[in-house]
Structure formats: C-alpha cells, structure tokens
C-alpha cells in the first residue's frame, strides 16, 4: 500500500517493537491497577477484554466491545491529523494494554488457578489481535501526524506532496471492520462458553 508519511520503512518493524512494548507497560500497569485499586471487574476498567457471564444478550456485548474499539479507532485516526497527535496515539495504546491487563487479573482475581483456560478462550483469542490492530493504526497515525508536522517548514509539503488521505482512511476503514469481526466472533465464544 502507499506509504504516508516520512516514517522508512525500515524503522517500521523498530517501531511496532515500541508499540508492543508500550502495550505491555500498560498490560502490567493494568494488572496491577485491577488487584490493588479495582477487585471488583469492572468493564469501564477491562473494555470489555474479560468475558461478561450475565446481564446482557450476545448482540449487546459485541456492540459494547465494538464500540470501545471504534473509540479508540476514531480517536487514532483523527490524532493523526493534528502535528502534536503523536502523544496522544501512544496514550491510547498503553490504554489499550492497560484494559488487556485488567481483564487478565480479573480473571485470575475470579477464579483463581483455574483462570489459565480462560485466559486461553477468552481473553488471549481478542487481546492478541485487537493490540496487533491498535498498533497498525498507531503506526498510520504517527505517520500521518508526522506529514502534517513536516508542514510545518517550507519544503515540507514539496517533498512529501504524494501522500494520499484516501489510503490512509481506507487503512482506518480496514482495521475498523476487522475490529467488528474480532467482537463478533468474541461474542459467539463469549455466550457459548460464559453464556
């Protein structure tokens, strides 16, 4: 795909490094946050990483989720049309983390030794590929904000005049529908096994 921005493409891989090592500081801050602040789960707290057992039908919980992930889908695609975006997009990343990290002690709080195979059916099966698809769209948010700081000098839309919104809007509507597919399917696991 057509590349935006002035991020190379070989500090791409050094980058996705950064960005699952920003996960992973928000997974352990969210794993301690849920055992020492919060040990009741709450799904404000988890986003809806942990599996939910009652108060609501397969439909309503896929939106939940869904509706989490486009949030912070959005608000990575617009960071990325604003120079100083870049803060905020690895903000939203730790949070993502921080959520995966919760609902993992949740279910340790919950159910003790038993809770590795429910990490393995619930947890793992969405955290893995949801923090694969917030990393991508950081990545294509840091570089967009990267064009748009470059505006900031004279020669900076001359040499990078070739980058196209288009694509980095069909990047954004991509993630967002593997996104739905991702909370559909944890929705179907969630009520066959929690339901």
């Given amino acids: 795909m057509k590349s935006i921005g002035y991020i190379s493409s070989q500090k791409r891989n050094s980058l996705m490094v950064v960005l699952y090592f920003v996960a992973a500081a928000g997974i352990t801050v969210g794993a301690v946050y849920q055992v020492i602040k919060s040990p009741e789960p709450s799904a404000w707290i988890h986003q809806y990483f942990a599996p939910v057992y009652t108060g609501t039908d ?6 939940r ?3 989490v992930s486009a949030f912070f889908l959005t608000a990575a695609f617009f960071s990325g049309f604003f120079a100083l975006g870049q803060p905020l997009v690895f903000m939203l990343m730790l949070c993502r983390g921080f959520g995966v990290g919760a609902a993992g002690a949740a279910m340790y ?18 955290a893995v590929p949801a923090i694969m698809i917030y990393s991508l769209a950081v990545r294509e948010a840091l570089r967009a904000s990267s064009y748009t700081l470059s505006g900031w000098t004279p020669e900076g839309f001359r040499e990078y005049e070739r980058s196209d919104i288009k694509f ?9 529908i593997l996104s739905l597919i991702i909370s559909a399917a944890d929705a179907v696991v969630n009520f066959i096994f929690a339901g």
Avoid: E, N, R, S
């Fill in 58 to 63: 397969m439909f309503d919980y896929m939106c």
């Fill in 168 to 176: 980095y809007c069909i990047k954004f509507l991509v993630l967002i």
């Fill in 65 to 67: 989720w869904f509706g």
């Fill in 109 to 126: 709080t919950l159910h003790g030794g038993h809770a590795a195979a429910g990490m393995l059916i619930f947890v793992l099966p969405k």
